[in-house]
Antibody, heavy 122, light 109 residues
Framework: QLQLQESGPGLVRPSETLSVTCIVSGDSIGSATYYWDWIRQPPGKGLEWIGHMSGTGVSSYNPSLKSRVTISVDTNRFSLRMTSMTAADTAVYYC????????????????WGQGTLVTVSS | QTVVTQEPSLTVSPGGTVTLTCACSTGAVTSGSYPNWLQQKPGQTPRALIYSTNNKHSWTPARFSGSLLGGKAGLTLSGVQPEDEAEYYCLLHCGGAWVFGGGTKLTVL
């Protein structure tokens, strides 16, 4: 059974770069039909899709964040890097997997990691 | 910037039926928007309910159904239970990227 586990710094200073990693266990990360997603949720607010990368390196990003975000995929983990952090980036950061079913259906965001809270403050 | 719009809040009586909708600012929602619906209860991680318009996950109760309604995606709950009180998010591929709606807070009262 696929399990995802985020790890992050907890606290980031304004203008610094955030790095968060998601450890993948229970399935292969390298499939072309799997996409490894990052989502965030500011406290008390809604969900925001950040971006994803396939197991073979095809990526897509939220246009509003694209200039600041890089997602990378490794053997059994994938990572999010976000530059120029501000207080508005304070949120719980989640990782999740999406996939393209044989039918072509898009099965999005299942399962999820438990999330890691990142606070941007000096 | 693409915006996906949901009703901010809805109230339904136990046993009743309610439909939540999801619209994309760039145009009509179609099957090619691959509408997905997720449920989030307070203090919990979101959980996927419906994928690609109307497909249920194995854990999705039969009372949940997805559809396309007049250019929007819809999520219908029939025979609402108290445990269905939650925030519901739609996720669409529109404007060239995946975009969440702002969420609908469903109150069962």
């Amino acid at each position: 059974q696929l399990q995802l586990q985020e790890s992050g710094p907890g606290l980031v200073r304004p203008s610094e770069t955030l790095s968060v990693t998601c450890i993948v266990s229970g399935d292969s990360i390298g499939s072309a039909t799997y996409y490894w997603d990052w989502i965030r949720q500011p406290p008390g607010k809604g969900l925001e899709w950040i971006g994803h990368m396939s197991g073979t390196g095809v990526s897509s990003y939220n246009p509003s964040l694209k200039s600041r975000v890089t997602i990378s995929v490794d053997t059994n983990r994938f990572s999010l890097r976000m530059t120029s952090m501000t207080a508005a980036d304070t949120a719980v950061y989640y990782c999740a997997r999406s996939r393209v079913a044989p039918s072509g259906d898009r099965v999005m965001l299942d399962p999820w990691g438990q999330g890691t809270l990142v606070t941007v403050s000096s | 910037q693409t915006v996906v719009t949901q009703e901010p809040s809805l109230t339904v009586s136990p046993g009743g039926t309610v439909t939540l909708t999801c619209a994309c600012s760039t145009g009509a929602v179609t099957s090619g928007s691959y509408p997905n619906w997720l449920q989030q209860k307070p203090g919990q991680t979101p959980r996927a309910l419906i994928y690609s318009t109307n497909n249920k996950h194995s854990w999705t109760p039969a009372r949940f159904s997805g559809s396309l309604l007049g250019g929007k995606a819809g999520l219908t709950l029939s025979g609402v239970q108290p445990e269905d009180e939650a925030e519901y998010y739609c996720l669409l591929h529109c404007g060239g990227a995946w975009v969440f709606g702002g969420g609908t807070k469903l109150t069962v009262l």
